[in-house]
């Protein structure tokens, strides 16, 4: 499986974006798949993740509320839906995809996308 995401910019607080990770490859429909994030000189945290079917979905406490994990496996693509950006939600967000639960755990996606920049500003 091979990941592309897109859809970061710079963006003020309170404003929204919404990522975008397009799969290739015939399992995607099969994979459980989640967003990373990595401010800089921090280590990449789980963000969301989204079991093969959408039945599941995990959140870290720190987006809870405001980010929407979602998929479309028609069209292999996998979405975050970013509201009320604060500024520290700036960072490269990852998209990645693995066994087919919403692991929060980075040892459980072996497949992994280049990155997509998010900027938020006060």
């Known amino acids: 499986v091979q990941l592309q995401a897109s859809g970061g910019g710079l963006v003020q607080a309170g404003g929204s974006l919404r990522l975008s990770c397009a799969a290739s490859?015939?399992?995607?429909?099969?994979?459980?798949m989640a967003w990373f994030r990595q401010a800089p000189g921090k280590e990449r945290e789980f963000v969301a993740g989204?079991?093969?079917?959408?039945?599941?979905?995990n959140y870290s406490d720190s987006v809870k509320g405001r980010f929407t994990i979602s998929r479309d496996n028609t069209k292999n693509t996998v979405y975050l839906q970013m509201n009320s950006l604060k500024p520290e939600d700036t960072a490269v967000y990852y998209c990645?995809?693995?066994?087919?639960?919403?692991?929060?755990?980075?040892?459980?996606?072996?497949?992994w996308g280049q990155g997509t920049l998010v900027t938020v500003s006060s």
């Open positions: 989204i079991s093969w079917s959408g039945a599941t979905r």
């Open positions: 490859g015939r399992t995607f429909s099969s994979a459980g």
């Open positions: 990645a995809g693995g066994a087919g639960g919403a692991s929060p755990y980075r040892s459980e996606y072996e497949y």
